[in-house]
């Protein structure tokens, strides 16, 4: 049997919490724990739905997430500002004209939402997060569509309109941040 490889590139991330970034000091990771590892390949697939690998050729990159300041969210912040740091890092490599500017298939951002005390709350701080009774993350394209969905009631199960209010909100949530990334990259000396 031959197994045919993929033409085409890769994008990775690191994802670590620094020692300082919460309120009781975090550890140092030198071996990666499980839900590190799981934060890493939620930020890498997300990442890689926002390029077309196969343009990407023979480059690997790879994304650092180093979470200075936690409080709720990071992986979501991790994967919208890891957005960022990807179209900045694709930069040179575009204007050196190793790549077409076409690589860049969309946007990508992410936000947590939940049902904190009966109300449908946007981008959870920890009180809030610690509080859920339903929490979520979701990771969208700029096109309304969705990358992963991570979703649980944290106290009981929970209905498909408590559901739905939760992906409407986020969505909106979403908006707002593609936005924001937007105007970031529309900077002077930046490439969209």
Do not use: H
């Not at 939940?114 to 009774?133: I, K, N, T």
């Amino acid at each position: 049997m031959q197994v045919q490889q993929k033409k085409g590139g890769w994008i990775t991330a690191e994802y670590n919490m620094l020692p300082r970034s919460t309120l009781q000091r975090t550890p140092r990771e030198t071996t990666p724990g499980g839900r590190t590892m799981e934060i890493r390949r939620l930020i890498g697939r997300s990442l890689r739905a926002a390029i077309n690998l196969e343009e990407l050729g023979p480059y690997t990159l790879t994304v650092d997430c180093d979470v200075i300041q936690a409080d709720g969210g990071t992986r979501t912040a991790s994967i919208t500002g890891g957005y960022i740091a990807l179209m900045l890092g694709l930069q040179k490599i575009i204007q050196a004209g190793k790549l077409s500017p076409d690589i860049i298939l969309t946007q990508v951002a992410a936000i947590s939402v939940g049902m904190v005390d009966g109300l449908a709350c946007l981008d959870l701080d920890y009180q809030e997060d610690s509080r859920a009774e339903v929490d979520a993350n979701i990771v969208m394209t700029a096109s309304g569509e969705f990358v992963e969905i991570q979703g649980t009631g944290e106290r009981k199960p929970f209905s498909k309109e408590t559901w739905n209010i939760l992906l409407d909100l986020a969505s909106r949530g979403i908006g707002e941040l593609l936005e924001l990334q937007a105007k970031i990259l529309t900077l002077p000396g930046v490439i969209k």
